[in-house]
């Protein structure tokens, strides 16, 4: 059965140890570059028609990998293994005992069936064959192949080695067991896939087509440059900029055409796309000026499209709503999701601008149902259900799931909505993708809070979630499938039960932002494992890891698991024989050995504040003596807010969002 998290379903086949990537031009070696970092045992052969794109291809793997190297992103025997077992040919027989194909040639529907034709006779009968088309629907290519149950389209985007997302095509003629299987590879191996219809240019290029074209038929009542200028509001670089980047003019003819033929002329691509070969126009951060009509005019036309086109993917159910967002966000470089441009806009002006872009281009569709339920889903948590027990995922791929009080809203929401219904047994708790339960919380919001009260207040309002957890009657089971860092720890401390994957850690790094743990860090765990205490003075005072099998030895940890299925199975079976056996945090004071002086020092040498250090101690020592529970939380928002008015606060904070090491040696 088909689940939201990917991981969550057992899949019927191992990682693939042979691919097989047809098309060594634009994209391909940028998959394959992605598939070699992610399983660097794999063998991978490219194959295509000419020497000179597959050299070319092979001299990309080097830099791709030299460049990681100088970037700190791999070491030098990891970069090594990604040119090893990496071949470029033009023999097709290197697919007979490959595990997948991937056909990444130009977008021309016969070449592509011929391909395939060729590759589902040399295969083996379990192989998977996906095409990388970003138009045309799986039915078309797959029409004529005896095996269609194992075909469909995986759609990448720019640049594929390092873009998270990729559209898994789910259509009439491919076994669900497929899906599921691209799904769970996908995930395991980084990317964030999402699942669309097979219908012309599926869910996200649906957006990026017609927002380009709109743009081209725009091109009488406005400049590109000024197209783009104003565009820059919404995303990070204009149409124009983008098409001249991808060579994406021809692109857009062929797609728009695509759509026209079998949707409607209203999607007829705009003539100016065949007769110019790059635009004039500017790239992000310049603009140029335009007349207040002009930008009264490109503006709403291009939320127009955005509305027209959102509306459409969700009322013929082309994609889901959080996945249109994230796609428009990670793939598209949307600087929001369109629904969350709609709810920013308010419902009278969505309502206005659907009515001015009716008036000029009649025909674009226009939303089906009332406004309101287009914002009704969670943007950030997936909800599944396995055995009436409803597992919970983090799901922000670009930050390892880090939390904000959106995420933890939602989390609270979830939970919320379904605690009251008799037949829910309880709830797991679990992070997206195979590294990370969550990083904590979302460091570029802190500097807002830098103040005393606000401070110790974000800490309280992020605390509900919490709160709301301890005082549950129905099991919530933490499923660490990776690292639990900072906020993701205090949410995992706060469950009733912590369950891990063997690969997993616990860590509060904030003491190397110059901060403290503000959701109970400092309390919590002393009141619910007071024997442990040496070990949680050393995470606290100086970023100790600890890993899911100490956890486990200290008694934190109730279970370690070999691999993400198995932690999955004894996490609900562990729902299952819980219900009223629920820990709560000791009320009362608790005697635990005390801190003993320390240097400055983190466990990776970093030097630390001496400042917050002594914060952090004397929160621990005050919360245990605290004589209630509740008492004790709040002198740990306290401390919180005291160690986030310090200068090594700013410090460290700055210095992790400037991406350099941070310097406490002058903040005391
Ligand atoms: N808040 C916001 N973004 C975060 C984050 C957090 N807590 N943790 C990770 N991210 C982001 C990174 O900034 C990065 O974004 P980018 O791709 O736009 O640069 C992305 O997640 C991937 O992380 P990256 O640092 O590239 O991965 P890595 O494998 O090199 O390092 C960590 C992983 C966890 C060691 C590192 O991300 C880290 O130190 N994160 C902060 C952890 C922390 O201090 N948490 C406690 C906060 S209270």
């Not at 009968?125 to 078309?140: C, F």
């Not at 395991?188 to 017609?210: H, Q, S």
Request: aromatic share 6%; net charge neutral.
């Amino acid at each position: 059965m088909t689940h939201a998290n990917p991981l969550l379903v057992e899949p019927s086949r191992p990682l693939p140890a042979r691919i097989v990537i047809v098309g060594a031009g634009t994209i391909g070696p940028d998959i394959g570059y992605y598939l070699k970092a992610a399983i660097p045992d794999l063998t991978l052969h490219l194959v295509d028609v000419a020497q000179t794109p597959l050299d070319r291809a092979i001299q990309r793997f080097e830099t791709y990998a030299r460049k990681a190297v100088e970037r700190g992103k791999l070491n030098k025997t990891q970069a090594e293994k990604i040119t090893q077992r990496l071949y470029a040919t033009f023999d097709y027989s290197v697919a007979q005992d490959a595990d997948w194909a991937i056909e990444a040639a130009t977008e021309d529907l016969e070449l592509k069936r011929r391909i395939f034709a060729r590759l589902e006779t040399l295969m083996r009968p379990d192989a998977m064959l996906t095409s990388n088309t970003s138009s045309l629907p799986a039915e078309r290519i797959f029409a004529e192949l005896s095996s269609k149950h194992r075909a469909t389209v995986t759609h990448f985007f720019a640049p594929a080695w390092r873009n998270p997302i990729v559209e898994v095509i789910r259509w009439s003629g491919a076994d669900s067991r497929l899906i599921d299987d691209l799904n769970w590879i996908f995930c395991m191996t980084g990317k964030a896939p999402l699942v669309t219809a097979d219908v012309p240019c599926f869910m996200l290029d649906r957006i990026f087509d017609n927002w380009c074209n709109d743009a081209g038929l725009l091109l009488d009542r406005a400049s590109a440059a000024e197209i783009d200028t104003i565009a820059a509001e919404f995303v990070h670089a204009g149409p124009f900029f983008v098409l001249n980047l991808t060579n994406g003019n021809p692109i857009i003819v062929e797609t728009n055409a695509l759509q026209a033929d079998e949707e409607g002329e209203h999607y007829r691509p705009a003539a100016v796309f065949r007769s110019v070969e790059k635009w004039r126009t500017v790239g992000p951060g310049k603009g140029v000026e335009a007349t207040p009509e002009t930008r009264a005019l490109v503006r709403d036309r291009l939320l127009g499209i955005l509305v027209s086109q959102s509306a459409d993917i969700l009322d013929r159910n082309i994609g889901a709503a959080a996945d249109l967002e994230l796609g428009c966000r990670l793939a598209l470089a949307f600087k929001s999701g369109p629904l969350d441009l709609m709810r920013q806009l308010g419902d009278a002006e969505v309502h206005r601008i659907v009515e001015r872009t009716g008036r000029e281009r009649p025909g674009l569709p226009k939303p089906g149902r009332p406004l309101a339920h287009y914002q009704d889903f969670a943007r950030h948590v997936l909800v599944d259900e396995i055995d009436n027990i409803k597992v919970i995922t983090i799901r922000r791929p670009e930050a390892l799931n880090a939390l904000n009080d959106e995420v933890t809203d939602e989390l609270l929401a979830a939970i919320r909505r379904f605690e009251g219904d008799p037949a829910v047994r309880g709830f797991v708790l679990t992070g997206y993708g195979p590294r990370a339960f969550s990083a904590g919380a979302e460091i570029g919001r802190f500097p807002s809070v830098l103040g005393a009260e606000a401070a110790a207040q974000y800490s309280r309002d992020c605390a509900r979630l919490l709160a709301h957890i301890d005082a549950m009657d129905k099991p919530v089971i933490a499923a660490l499938n990776g690292m639990a860092l900072g906020g993701g720890l205090e949410v995992v401390l706060r469950c009733h039960s912590i369950l891990a994957v063997r690969g997993a850690y616990l860590q509060f790094p904030e003491i190397t932002l110059g901060i403290a743990p503000g959701l109970g860090g400092m309390v919590v765990p002393y009141r619910r494992w007071p024997k442990a205490a040496r070990a949680f003075h050393d995470m606290l005072r100086r970023a100790d890891r600890m890993s899911a099998t100490t956890a486990h030895e200290l008694g934190i940890v109730d279970e370690v698991a070999d691999d993400i299925p198995s932690l999955m199975r004894a996490a609900v079976a562990r729902v299952r024989g819980m219900s009223g056996h629920l820990v709560r945090p000791i009320d009362q004071p608790v005697p635990i050995e005390q801190p003993q002086p320390i240097k400055p020092i983190a466990a990776n040498g970093q030097r630390l504040s001496a400042k917050v250090l002594r914060i952090i101690e004397t929160a621990i020592c005050d919360a245990a003596a605290a004589p209630t529970f509740s008492a004790a939380l709040e002198i740990g928002y306290r401390a919180f807010a005291a160690s986030a008015c310090t200068a090594a606060a700013r410090e460290g904070i700055d210095a992790f969002l400037q991406r350099r090491p941070p310097d406490f040696s002058k903040t005391g």
